[in-house]
C-alpha cells in the first residue's frame, strides 16, 4: 500500500460548480447558505457559458458538478454532453443518492468518471438522524444500481463528532459494494451547521486514532482512499491553497471562491459577470491567504478556533492544514 500527501499544483485545476442550491434533503452539516448562494438553478447555456470561461484548460481541469443536489437540474443529462465535448480531464458528479430524473438511463458510464456518494453514518440511525429520514437507503440503493450500469462510483463520509464512533465500521460496510474511491471529509463549520449545532469537529487525538486506521483497511479492500491531513506537526510545512493550487467554487449566483472556508461570507474572489470570471475589489478572501500565523490556516482560526490549543506559553501545540491538503492511500 502507499500513502503520499497530495501536492498543491498549479498544473491541474478543480473546479467545483454548484449549478443549483435547491435539494431534495436538509442534512445538518450542508455547506449550502442560500442566504449567500441564492436559490437560482442555472440554465443549460449559462451553464455552457460559464464552463466556456475554463475551455482552454480543459484537459487539465477535474470538473465537479454539485447542488444542492445535481441530479435535480432537468438537463443534467445534456450538461453531462456539454462537459464532454469540452474537454475537461475528468467529470464527477456529486449526489445524495437520490439519482433524479433517471440519470442513470440517460448518461452512459464512459461520459463520467465518478458518481460520487455522501453518506455519513453505517447505521440507518445515524445517517438519517444527520441527512434525513430514508437517506440511508436511498444513497446505499443508489450505489449498488449506478454500479450495476457500470458506473465508477466513489463515497464521501463527513465525520464530526456524532459519526465518528462508526468510522470503523465503514471497511464492513463498503466491502463488495463496488465503490472503488473513498473520500473521508471534516465537517465544516459553515452553511447549514450553524443553525443546527452540527458543527462539532473531532479532537485530534480522536481523528489520528481513528482516521489512518480506517483508511488502511478500506484501502485493504483495493479502494483509493483520500482524507483530509487536518493537523500538522511544528516541521511540516503549512501552505495555503489558495496561493499555491488553481480551485474554484462556484455557485449559481455568480460568485467564485478560492476557499470553501470563506463561502459563508461575501468575501469571494471573482464574480462571473456576462461570461466572464471578473476579479473582485479589495477587501475579499485573497487579503487573508497571504498571511502567516503560527496556527496555519488563517481562515480557520477566523471561524472555527475550537480546533486550536495552545500550550502554557500560548504557543500552538499544532498547525491546521489547509482544509483541501489531503493524504491519499493507494492499494
Ligand atoms: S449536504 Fe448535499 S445532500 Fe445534504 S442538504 Fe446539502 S446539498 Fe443536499
Ligand atoms: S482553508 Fe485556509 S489554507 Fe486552505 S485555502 Fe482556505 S484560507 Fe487557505
Given at each position: 500500500?502507499?500513502?503520499?500527501?497530495?501536492?498543491?499544483?498549479?498544473?491541474?485545476?478543480?473546479?467545483?460548480?454548484?449549478?443549483?442550491?435547491?435539494?431534495?434533503?436538509?442534512?445538518?452539516?450542508?455547506?449550502?447558505?442560500?442566504?449567500?448562494?441564492?436559490?437560482?438553478?442555472?440554465?443549460?447555456?449559462?451553464?455552457?457559458?460559464?464552463?466556456?470561461?475554463?475551455?482552454?484548460?480543459?484537459?487539465?481541469?477535474?470538473?465537479?458538478?454539485?447542488?444542492?443536489?445535481?441530479?435535480?437540474?432537468?438537463?443534467?443529462?445534456?450538461?453531462?454532453?456539454?462537459?464532454?465535448?469540452?474537454?475537461?480531464?475528468?467529470?464527477?458528479?456529486?449526489?445524495?443518492g437520490?439519482?433524479?430524473?433517471?440519470?442513470?438511463?440517460?448518461?452512459?458510464?464512459?461520459?463520467?468518471?465518478?458518481?460520487?456518494f455522501s453518506l455519513d453514518g453505517?447505521?440507518?440511525?445515524?445517517n438519517?438522524?444527520?441527512r434525513?429520514?430514508?437517506s440511508f437507503?436511498?444513497v446505499m440503493?443508489?450505489?449498488?444500481?449506478?454500479?450495476?450500469?457500470?458506473?465508477?462510483?466513489?463515497m464521501i463520509y463527513?465525520?464530526?463528532?456524532?459519526?465518528?464512533?462508526?468510522?470503523?465500521?465503514?471497511?464492513?460496510?463498503?466491502?463488495?459494494?463496488?465503490?472503488?474511491?473513498?473520500?473521508?471529509?471534516?465537517?465544516?463549520?459553515?452553511?447549514?451547521?450553524?443553525?443546527?449545532?452540527?458543527?462539532?469537529?473531532?479532537?485530534?487525538?480522536?481523528?489520528?486514532?481513528?482516521?489512518?486506521?480506517?483508511?488502511?483497511?478500506?484501502?485493504?479492500?483495493?479502494?483509493?482512499?483520500?482524507?483530509?491531513?487536518?493537523?500538522?506537526?511544528?516541521?511540516?510545512?503549512?501552505?495555503?491553497?489558495?496561493?499555491?493550487?488553481?480551485?474554484?467554487?462556484?455557485?449559481?449566483?455568480?460568485?467564485?471562491?478560492?476557499?470553501?472556508?470563506?463561502?459563508?461570507?461575501?468575501?469571494?474572489?471573482?464574480?462571473?459577470?456576462?461570461?466572464?470570471?471578473?476579479?473582485?475589489?479589495?477587501?475579499?478572501?485573497?487579503?487573508?491567504?497571504?498571511?502567516?500565523?503560527?496556527?496555519?490556516?488563517?481562515?480557520?482560526?477566523?471561524?472555527?478556533?475550537?480546533?486550536?490549543?495552545?500550550?502554557?506559553?500560548?504557543?500552538?501545540?499544532?498547525?491546521?492544514?489547509?482544509?483541501?491538503?489531503?493524504?491519499?492511500?493507494?492499494?
Amino acid at each position: 500500500m502507499k500513502k503520499k500527501t497530495v501536492a498543491f499544483s498549479r498544473q491541474s485545476t478543480n473546479l467545483f460548480f454548484h449549478i443549483l442550491t435547491r435539494c431534495n434533503l436538509r442534512c445538518a452539516h450542508c455547506y449550502i447558505n442560500r442566504d449567500q448562494h441564492g436559490s437560482n438553478t442555472l440554465s443549460m447555456d449559462t451553464i455552457r457559458d460559464w464552463l466556456g470561461i475554463f475551455s482552454s484548460k480543459a484537459k487539465d481541469t477535474n470538473l465537479i458538478l454539485l447542488g444542492g443536489e445535481p441530479t435535480l437540474h432537468p438537463n443534467l443529462a445534456s450538461v453531462i454532453g456539454i462537459c464532454g465535448s469540452m474537454g475537461f480531464k475528468s467529470i464527477t458528479i456529486d449526489t445524495n443518492g437520490f439519482l433524479f430524473h433517471n440519470i442513470l438511463d440517460n448518461i452512459t458510464p464512459n461520459q463520467i468518471d465518478f458518481f460520487s456518494f455522501s453518506l455519513d453514518g453505517v447505521s440507518k440511525g445515524i445517517n438519517d438522524s444527520i441527512r434525513g429520514d430514508g437517506s440511508f437507503d436511498a444513497v446505499m440503493s443508489g450505489i449498488r444500481r449506478a454500479v450495476k450500469k457500470g458506473f465508477s462510483c466513489s463515497m464521501i463520509y463527513t465525520v464530526s463528532e456524532k459519526n465518528i464512533h462508526e468510522v470503523p465500521k465503514l471497511p464492513e460496510l463498503v466491502k463488495d459494494l463496488g465503490i472503488s474511491r473513498f473520500f473521508i471529509q471534516v465537517v465544516g463549520l459553515r452553511g447549514e451547521s450553524e443553525n443546527t449545532g452540527a458543527r462539532h469537529q473531532v479532537s485530534k487525538l480522536i481523528w489520528q486514532d481513528t482516521i489512518p486506521k480506517t483508511a488502511e483497511q478500506i484501502a485493504e479492500q483495493g479502494i483509493i482512499v483520500t482524507y483530509p491531513k487536518v493537523f500538522l506537526s511544528g516541521e511540516e510545512t503549512f501552505e495555503c491553497a489558495a496561493n499555491v493550487a488553481d480551485n474554484y467554487f462556484i455557485f449559481p449566483n455568480g460568485r467564485v471562491y478560492q476557499c470553501p472556508l470563506c463561502e459563508d461570507f461575501p468575501f469571494h474572489s471573482y464574480e462571473i459577470i456576462n461570461n466572464k470570471l471578473i476579479p473582485r475589489p479589495r477587501i475579499n478572501e485573497t487579503d487573508f491567504f497571504s498571511l502567516q500565523i503560527p496556527e496555519g490556516c488563517v481562515m480557520n482560526k477566523l471561524i472555527q478556533p475550537g480546533n486550536l490549543s495552545y500550550d502554557d506559553n500560548g504557543l500552538p501545540r499544532y498547525k491546521i492544514a489547509c482544509c483541501m491538503l489531503k493524504e491519499e492511500l493507494h492499494p
